[in-house]
């Protein structure tokens, strides 16, 4: 979907002070109250705004071992199995992947002993061949929202002007 300025705007401002309500993202940015508040609904209905939800610490909760599992898969198993991996929770992300690997998981642990546990509940699901696992040492760059939405922002159609209500 295409964004204009104010899109831009009004996303940039979520991500900069995301416990700021319309009211404020209104006047920082010199818009009217419904304006933010229907464009807010219309790129949350488009899916552009995915969740309102805080992003917690895994680290912080006691799981600071971060990492990537690749599962290579039986044919015709990915469907079952993924349904399957919803039941290890340490499991906080997968993806159908090319290459080697079928799926691609971010998995967290307590420690080397509990990830080689996580590990082997995965391995215990149906459908598994072979995993392949990378440690995180250390995250360099942090999840960016922000620096897409400045290509968007200079891609942006500038026909309507923040600021101006």
């Known amino acids: 979907m295409a964004l ?18 319309v009211r404020d993202y209104a006047r920082t940015l010199g818009l009217a109250r419904g304006t933010v508040q229907a464009r807010l609904d219309r790129l949350t209905a488009q899916g552009v ?14 799981f600071p071992v971060l ?36 799926v691609l998981c971010r998995v967290v642990a307590r420690n080397n002993r509990d990830l080689e546990s996580v590990i082997q509940a995965i391995l215990d699901l149906g459908g598994v ?10 995250e360099r760059v942090a999840r960016r929202d922000a620096t897409l939405l400045g290509v968007l922002e200079a891609e942006a159609p500038s026909s309507s002007r923040v600021g101006s209500k």
């Not at 705004?49 to 006691?62: E, M, R, T």
């Open 4 to 21: 204009d300025q104010i899109d831009c705007a009004i996303l940039g401002e979520l991500l900069r002070r995301p416990r700021a309500g």
């Open 49 to 62: 705004i995915g969740d309102y939800a805080p992003q917690l610490s895994h680290a912080a909760l006691g």
């Open 67 to 102: 990492a990537f599992v690749h599962i290579q898969l039986q044919q015709g198993s990915l469907e079952s199995f993924a349904t399957d991996l919803e039941s290890v929770p340490q499991v906080v992300e997968a993806h159908s992947v090319t290459g080697d690997a079928d």
């Open 129 to 138: 061949v072979r995993t392949r696992t990378e440690i995180s040492l250390t």
